[in-house]
Structure formats: structure tokens, C-alpha cells
């Protein structure tokens, strides 16, 4: 006897929460670079949001928002000095918003790089990926929060 698997096909998630997930930080003082452990906590969190979508059929978007939450959750890990980050994924009026929270004041800013810099590009990343899926990026005013939005693709969309 021979059995097929029938593939349903995954619910897209109405406005609401997709993914919350705090991250604990191990304490760091003046210039120390993050432990190990906590960049390790960047790549699985990242490999969760793109599962997480995808269960969600939202898998055009994918390979967009690893790259975003890589890039928003690396940038509080290395600049902010917190010791919990959170990560928020939502849809709202057919976008998907990524929010980072940090929870400490200071400014996310795009700095000028040169082509053989090894670091500086993210928020740029963050602000193409933005842009070419019809959405924006930014800072709450204190500098404790980032975002970005997307637009979800039509034939993904609920």
C-alpha cells in the first residue's frame, strides 16, 4: 500500500503577532566584544523568524527578514550595552513589521563606509531590503527601538 502525503497549504496570519522572543545578553564592559554564546543567540534567532514565517506561508519574505533581524539584533548586541533584546514580529494593514527592542537610549544611524570596511553596512542592508519590498525602516526618538516594515507580497496576503 502506497500513502501520499497531501500538503495543506499553510494559514497566513491576519493582522497580529507572528513571533516574541526575548533574549537574554550576558553583561559587557566598555569596548568587550559579545560573548560567543550571544552571537550564537543572533544566528538561531534568526533561523527561528525565517521558520516561523514560513509556517505561517509567508515565505517570500523569508530571506528578507533573516537578514533584517540579523542585522537589528547584531547592531543591540554590539552597541547598546543591554542585557535583554527583544524581537517582535507582526503583521498590521497587509505589513510585516520587525521591531528590535533594546530598551537603551542612543542613536541607530547609517554611517558612511568605504568599500574595504568590515563593518557599517547593516542599517543600509536593513534600509535596501526595506525599500525595495515597499516598506521603511527607523528609530523610536530615544534610540531604544528599531524597525523596519514590509509589505507583505499580494498573494500572500490573508
Given at each position: 500500500?502506497?500513502?501520499?502525503?497531501?500538503?495543506?497549504?499553510?494559514?497566513?496570519?491576519?493582522?497580529?503577532?507572528?513571533?516574541?522572543?526575548?533574549?537574554?545578553?550576558?553583561p559587557r564592559s566598555g569596548d568587550a566584544l559579545p560573548c560567543?554564546?550571544?552571537?550564537?543567540?543572533?544566528?538561531?534567532?534568526?533561523?527561528?523568524?525565517?521558520?516561523?514565517?514560513?509556517?505561517?506561508?509567508?515565505?517570500?519574505?523569508?530571506?528578507?527578514?533573516?537578514?533584517?533581524?540579523?542585522?537589528?539584533?547584531?547592531?543591540?548586541?554590539?552597541?547598546?550595552?543591554?542585557?535583554?533584546?527583544?524581537?517582535?514580529?507582526?503583521?498590521?494593514?497587509?505589513?510585516?513589521?520587525?521591531?528590535?527592542?533594546?530598551?537603551?537610549?542612543?542613536?541607530?544611524?547609517?554611517?558612511?563606509?568605504?568599500?574595504?570596511?568590515?563593518?557599517?553596512?547593516?542599517?543600509?542592508?536593513?534600509?535596501?531590503?526595506?525599500?525595495?519590498?515597499?516598506?521603511?525602516?527607523?528609530?523610536?526618538?530615544?534610540?531604544?527601538?528599531?524597525?523596519?516594515?514590509?509589505?507583505?507580497?499580494?498573494?500572500?496576503?490573508?
Amino acid at each position: 500500500m502506497t500513502t501520499t502525503a497531501l500538503r495543506m497549504p499553510r494559514p497566513v496570519h491576519r493582522d497580529g503577532e507572528v513571533l516574541h522572543q526575548r533574549i537574554a545578553v550576558a553583561p559587557r564592559s566598555g569596548d568587550a566584544l559579545p560573548c560567543a554564546e550571544d552571537a550564537s543567540r543572533v544566528r538561531a534567532i534568526r533561523r527561528i523568524a525565517a521558520a516561523r514565517l514560513r509556517s505561517c506561508g509567508l515565505e517570500a519574505l523569508s530571506t528578507e527578514v533573516a537578514l533584517i533581524v540579523s542585522e537589528l539584533l547584531t547592531n543591540a548586541l554590539m552597541h547598546s550595552g543591554t542585557t535583554e533584546i527583544t524581537l517582535h514580529l507582526g503583521l498590521q494593514d497587509g505589513f510585516l513589521h520587525v521591531t528590535v527592542i533594546d530598551g537603551m537610549p542612543g542613536h541607530a544611524a547609517r554611517k558612511p563606509t568605504t568599500d574595504d570596511a568590515e563593518s557599517g553596512r547593516g542599517l543600509a542592508l536593513v534600509q535596501a531590503v526595506a525599500s525595495e519590498n515597499g516598506g521603511t525602516w527607523g528609530t523610536s526618538k530615544d534610540g531604544a527601538e528599531t524597525w523596519c516594515s514590509l509589505r507583505v507580497p499580494s498573494k500572500e496576503r490573508p
